[in-house]
């Protein structure tokens, strides 16, 4: 069974990192998800090119293998984080050009034995390497104390509950352990407040309203997978892989992970900001694939000194 995830921005990405595209010349697709990002780039790739594509989720290395093949893609199973050893052991000093496509692909949030979703039940894992060995999500529900789980709910998904949510938990897994991706939800719409009445009506206009659970959930998976940590180390070494005149381009999906680049690339004399404004998908694409409305893209130009 193919991908079911639409690669985010194809056209804008494939467009700025075209420089790269030439002869001889290596790509890094460090999130290579369905291989959508990374085959596009592979079949406008000069003679002799190719693209190392990086990925920490096993079955989804699997689905790039069916989308790449027959391209110069090679699929290397690890983190974006351990960019620098992957090259060195390839035998590869710099490269052309580096994607990041942060998150999760539709794919993810649709197995329901990951637990990225809380759409259907299912285990309360949200690892991207199931493998690892890594804490899960059930671990941190039902092992951090109420003060640490409200934190990570605030900071980590910017939920203005979080303290009543925590309290929740707590007071559920004394009776059981939450084990489940339907459990957790329900505990979260349960902690929320009741609606006021003037807020009837409210967000008239936005397009949609999202489910309580939808923070927790993803300040869980960013804590599981030391999401912002990954990004802050490839962040900081993304000025050494890459060559002068190499092209770095990061999608990201919320602010925290947006903020991060922007100030990366902003704070550090080796860069040349070529997005002043994030780049974001066109009403086309909107049309076609609703995830991509929060979609960011930051593009910078390693210097040539």
């Not at 069916?66 to 391209?71: D, K, N, R, S």
Request: charged share 25%.
């Amino acid at each position: 069974m193919g991908t079911q995830h639409l690669p985010v921005m194809l056209d804008e990405v494939t467009a700025w990192l075209a420089p790269a595209l030439r002869e001889g010349s290596i790509l890094v697709d460090g999130t290579a998800g369905g291989g959508g990002h990374a085959s596009a780039l592979a079949a406008r790739m000069g003679p002799g090119g190719r693209v190392i594509a990086l990925d920490r989720d096993p079955a989804m290395l699997e689905l790039a293998r069916q989308a790449t093949a027959g391209l110069p893609v090679t699929l290397v199973h690890a983190s974006y984080a351990e960019l620098d050893r992957v090259l060195e052991e390839a035998g590869i000093d710099r490269v052309q050009g580096v994607l990041l496509d942060l998150g999760l692909s539709s794919d993810q949030l649709g197995w329901e034995g990951r637990g990225f979703s809380f759409a259907a039940d299912g285990p309360l894992d949200m690892r991207f390497d199931p493998g690892s060995g890594a804490p899960s999500a059930a671990d941190l529900v039902n092992r951090l104390p109420a003060e640490d789980l409200a934190n990570l709910f605030y900071q980590l998904g910017e939920e203005r509950h979080s303290r009543r949510i925590a309290r929740r938990i707590v007071e559920a897994r004394r009776e059981s352990p939450i084990r489940t991706t339907a459990q957790l939800a329900e505990l979260v719409r349960r902690s929320q407040p009741p609606a006021k009445s003037r807020g009837k009506g409210k967000g008239r206009g936005r397009g949609h309203s999202i489910d309580p659970a939808t923070r927790v959930f993803q300040a869980l998976r960013i804590a599981v997978n030391d999401e912002l940590g990954q990004l802050d180390t490839v962040l900081a070494r993304l000025p050494e892989v890459l060559a002068p005149g190499g092209r770095a381009a990061i999608i990201s999906f919320h602010s925290l992970e947006d903020r991060r680049v922007k100030w990366a690339f902003k704070s550090d004399s080796r860069w040349n900001v070529l997005t002043r404004k994030p780049v974001t998908a066109a009403a086309g694409e909107l049309a076609v694939n609703p995830r991509a409305r929060s979609a960011k893209l930051r593009v910078a130009e390693r210097c040539p000194n």
